[in-house]
């Protein structure tokens, strides 16, 4: 109510001044999709106009008496929020008897969303969404009193909205109106045959501009660039910095790097350090690190007054960087912050644990959460985070310091920080967590924290079950890595690739062949859309299936073997159509084992069909190792009749069956 209030006295006492056009309006920066409808109203002239009418109110369904000035009566509708009754009463008043402070009044009401809001958690009005698109209908019904102001406020409504196009669309109507797009000596105030020329103000541009670059369309963005040029608007460092800071949050690099270009070649404009500081935080976002470092050097070239802001973005870019020495480098700026007089926050802490974290300096990440505790800095989740992160990171790469094996142990300490400060823990803490445990082999740790997620109020994710799955697995344990597969798929949570492969490696451990075929069984059902196995699937089911004994096993790996061919997973290319050579040379023991019989039964099965002239030399290629005599006892002790091979001379790598031996084994399937 205060709101429409507002509205309806500054319209009020402009009344005069915005039936001349005025384009001093300073609209908000907005986002921005819709066509500018083009409903008529209905039109009356002034000696038919019905001064004490009633009408209908669709708020209150009862008729109401109004004034004998219609406007008054518009008025007091949207004092009420009764938004929509006060479009209708505009509609049939006709826009000959209408000043444009009305019609602005009604316009900014529709494009704000107006009163009648809906309380937190009750849904909004359909009607209010398409207010904005009212608001367009009464800027055509207004046709020749038709006013800057009026498309600027539609313009910024629609741009909020995300409505770029429309937005757009809006402009370039405001253009036509008010001036050729292309006559650079346009400007407030000029007026070519009674009527005022208008350019639209930088404001409004921008508006635009920020609803191009948030909608991505950064191609449409420099263009308007540049028409705005040509109608002699010129964009300034605020306009530059606000476009940057939608580059930076979209982690657009390439165009953060063209507008810092635009903006240093723009006359009258010097980019500042937010404009350095934006264009790095784009880059550093688009792990960029080297450009960064550029526009790092460039702007203390400069002679620019450096801050705490600058400093971390560009530390930042060390974090997210992937270069070796990235987190060396992040320390560094950290050193000649505090050498020149800038105090790190913790934001900076922050950044810097980050990037030891990522380079697995869990040492250096620790040392800075105690510089942070010496300068009474507040640790938060994201920080605390990192140093754990940091510590999973060295138990998983194992580095054979002695320290290595008690990095569970400090990862549970943090935790216990986080506890006692009522810093708030999350499922990446917990899943860091766990997954230090796992390294460790502390898979009764990582159980326990499993539980205590769900004790904090928070719902294990796939990455904490999978953590913990794993953790199991490494250490053997079947039945609690099987439990929490269950407990998983019990809370509505998809395994993926990895959680599966986890089990099945607990499985294999644990000597489960019954339970590891009955996983591959279940990854490969046509319903499971979202997981399929994967070459380590294939020999880890493989790998424990061949050590079980007995003849129902051995139909198991046959069966698994085929249904990998079938999914491309093994033998991509089949040789047996174009030719007789087969690489099992990378393939492990159990795999090549099953790969032999697959191969001879094929040959069995193809030939049939073929003439006998179709058999020639088979040669498997298995390097010079120990896999050549693993596969030259396979042919000769397990298939039946057995098959006898040769080394050729020149091929030291191969085994080569001939064609002779070929057609004895094919015979003999025959009399099987």
């Avoid at 009764?82 to 009305?102: C, H, M």
Wanted: net charge positive; charged share 25%; hydrophobic share 35%.
């Amino acid at each position: 109510m205060i709101f429409m209030a507002a509205i309806l006295s500054v319209a009020a006492v402009s009344t005069v001044a915005f039936q001349s056009r005025p384009s001093s309006c300073q609209p908000s920066i907005g986002g921005v999709n819709h066509r500018i409808s083009s409903i008529p109203i209905n039109q009356k002239s002034p000696s038919s106009f019905d001064w004490s009418r009633s009408y209908t109110s669709k708020s209150n369904n009862h008729a109401v008496s109004t004034e004998k000035v219609p406007t008054l009566s518009i008025h007091s509708l949207l004092e009420a929020g009764r938004i929509d009754d006060a479009v209708a009463e505009l509609r049939k008043s006709g826009n000959n008897e209408v000043p444009a402070s009305t019609y602005h009044a009604v316009i900014e009401a529709c494009c704000a969303g107006g009163g009648n809001e809906p309380k937190r958690g009750q849904r909004k009005n359909k009607n209010e969404d398409d207010r904005i698109d009212i608001a367009a209908e009464l800027l055509q019904s207004m046709e020749d009193n038709v006013t800057a102001h009026a498309h600027e406020r539609i313009i910024s409504g629609y741009a909020r909205r995300g409505r770029w196009q429309d937005a757009y669309r809006t402009l370039s109507a405001m253009e036509e109106a008010f001036g050729s797009s292309e006559d650079t000596n346009n400007s407030k105030g000029n007026v070519i045959d009674g009527k005022e020329i208008t350019t639209p103000s930088l404001n409004i541009y921008q508006t635009v501009l920020v609803a191009f670059a948030k909608a991505n369309q950064f191609n449409h963005m420099n263009s308007l660039l540049t028409r705005m040029r040509r109608r002699g608007v010129r964009p300034n460092v605020y306009t530059y910095n606000s476009l940057l800071k939608i580059c930076a949050s979209s982690a657009s690099a390439s165009e953060a790097l063209s507008l810092l270009s635009q903006c240093q070649r723009e006359p009258g404009v010097k980019p500042d350090l937010i404009t350095y500081t934006t264009t790095m935080k784009a880059c550093a976002r688009g792990r960029q690190e080297d450009k960064v470092r550029e526009l790092f050097r460039a702007a203390k070239d400069m002679g620019m007054e450096l801050d705490v802001y600058f400093y971390t973005t560009a530390m930042d870019a060390c974090a997210k960087g992937r270069k070796r020495d990235s987190w060396s480098n992040a320390l560094l700026l950290l050193d000649e912050m505090k050498e020149k007089g800038i105090a790190p926050n913790e934001v900076t802490y922050g950044v810097a644990v980050a990037a030891c974290g990522n380079g697995g300096q869990w040492k250096r990440a620790l040392e800075l959460l105690d510089q942070m505790r010496a300068m009474d800095l507040k640790i938060n989740t994201i920080t605390y985070n990192s140093a754990i992160a940091a510590l999973s990171k060295g138990a998983r790469t194992n580095s054979g310091d002695s320290d290595t094996d008690l990095l569970w142990q400090k990862a549970l300490d943090l935790m216990k920080c986080m506890e006692k400060e009522g810093v708030r823990r999350d499922s990446f803490t917990f899943s860091s967590a766990i997954s230090t445990c796992g390294a460790a082999g502390q898979w009764q740790e990582a159980v326990n924290l499993i539980k205590a997620m769900k004790g904090d109020g928070i719902r294990p994710n796939k990455v904490a079950y999978t953590s913990a799955i794993t953790a199991c697995a490494s250490s053997r344990q079947w039945e609690p890595a099987f439990e929490l597969f269950n407990d998983m798929k019990n809370e509505r949570i998809r395994p993926d690739i990895v959680a599966y492969n986890a089990l099945i490696s607990a499985g294999m451990t644990a000597n489960k062949p019954v339970e590891v075929f009955d996983m591959w069984l279940e990854m490969c059902e046509p319903s499971n859309k979202e997981v399929s196995p994967d070459t380590a699937t294939l020999t880890k089911v493989i790998a424990t299936l061949d050590t079980a004994i007995g003849k129902t096993n051995r139909e198991r790996v046959d069966k698994v073997f085929s249904e990998a061919v079938a999914r491309g997973l093994i033998l991509r290319k089949d040789s047996l159509d174009t030719s007789w050579e087969v690489d099992l040379s990378r393939l492990s023991f159990p795999v090549a084992r099953a790969a032999c019989r697959f191969i001879f039964r094929q040959i069995a099965e193809k030939s049939v069909e073929k003439e006998d002239g179709a058999v020639k030399d088979l040669s498997l290629i298995t390097g010079a190792s120990k896999m050549r005599e693993y596969v030259r006892e396979v042919l000769r002790d397990e298939l039946k009749p057995a098959v006898y091979c040769i080394v050729p001379k020149s091929e030291q790598g191969t085994l080569q069956v001939k064609e002779k031996v070929m057609r004895n084994y094919i015979e003999g399937q025959g009399q099987q």
